[in-house]
């Protein structure tokens, strides 16, 4: 059955439920609890970004309780898709590095700009082709980052982005 799938897919991992929904979601919980959203991103292109630092979640958990213990951390929203993501701080207390990476990405001034998950991959967006895309990427390659730009979103779950090259 459906329930039956979805449980599997939960024991698998926290995100995998998403890739039998697709599309554009909000998720919460461990990723059980997924609200289909309308599709807002068609006309963005995207920029994927990983830094030179790697993240366990349990790791950016860990930190996300700490700093719940002793503050709130700043929540970010961006344009009218909330890009919020209450991890990010946590991440950036772990990996210091992306605290210059978020700066390096804003001064290109996306239209979408957050971390994905519990990092430490960002991400930026873009409503139309633009050539700070392409200026973008240049510059966070020279700064030794691995950039994946021109990405477009689909409507599968199980293909979420498509890589094309620039023309």
């Not at 609200?35 to 963005?44: F, M, N, T």
């Not at 991400?123 to 700064?143: E, K, N």
């Not at 498509?162 to 023309?167: L, N, T, V």
Request: a negative charge; one cysteine or more; glycine letters at 8%.
């Amino acid at each position: 059955s459906d329930a039956e799938l979805h449980q599997i897919a939960l024991e698998l991992g926290s995100d995998v439920p998403y890739f039998l929904v697709g599309g554009l979601c909000r998720g919460q919980g461990r990723g059980e609890v997924l609200e289909r959203l309308p599709a807002q991103l068609d006309s963005y292109s995207f920029l994927l970004t990983l830094p030179n630092c790697s993240l366990s979640t349990e790791a950016v958990y860990r930190e996300y309780d700490a700093l719940q213990a002793h503050e709130r951390p700043a929540a970010h929203v961006y344009d009218t898709i909330d890009c919020t993501n209450d991890l990010e701080e946590a991440a950036m207390r772990l990996c210091p590095d992306l605290r210059k990476l978020r700066h390096t990405l804003l001064q290109f001034q996306p239209d979408l700009l957050g971390m994905s998950g519990s990092g430490p991959t960002y991400y930026a967006g873009w409503r139309s082709p633009s050539t700070l895309i392409d200026r973008c990427a240049h510059q966070l390659t020279q700064m030794g980052y691995t950039v994946y730009h021109n990405i477009r979103p689909t409507p599968y779950g199980y293909k979420f982005a498509e890589h094309r090259e620039a023309h």
